[in-house]
C-alpha cells in the first residue's frame, strides 16, 4: 500500500526525481511505527497528530520536487497517515 502511494505520488509530480517509492515506503513503514511506539509510551498517543506533523514538516523539503515543478509536496501522504493511525 505505502509503495503504491509513493509510485503513484512519483507519477504524479509530487516527489522529486531522487526518491524511489520503494526505498520511501520502507522509511515511511518503519518512521510511522518508531512514531506510534514513542507516542504510545509517552502519551498513550495523544500527541500522535502533532509527531506525524513534525515528521513531515522536516521530511518534506527532502521529498518534494523542486520549486519550479508541478506539484509543491504530496497530497496523499496525509491521507495515508491519518488512515493508518485511525483519525
Not at 522529486?16 to 515506503?25: G, Q, S, Y
Amino acid at each position: 500500500l505505502v509503495t503504491d502511494v509513493a509510485r503513484t505520488a512519483k507519477e504524479r509530480g509530487e516527489l522529486a526525481e531522487r526518491v524511489e517509492p520503494a526505498e520511501l515506503a520502507r522509511f515511511l513503514v518503519a518512521a510511522f511505527t518508531g512514531l506510534q511506539t514513542v507516542s504510545l509510551v509517552a502519551s498513550g498517543l495523544t500527541d500522535l497528530d502533532r509527531r506525524v506533523d513534525e515528521m513531515w514538516r522536516l521530511l518534506r523539503p527532502g521529498l518534494a520536487p523542486s520549486r519550479g515543478s508541478i506539484a509543491a509536496a504530496p497530497t496523499g501522504w496525509r491521507r495515508m497517515a491519518l488512515r493508518k493511525t485511525g483519525a
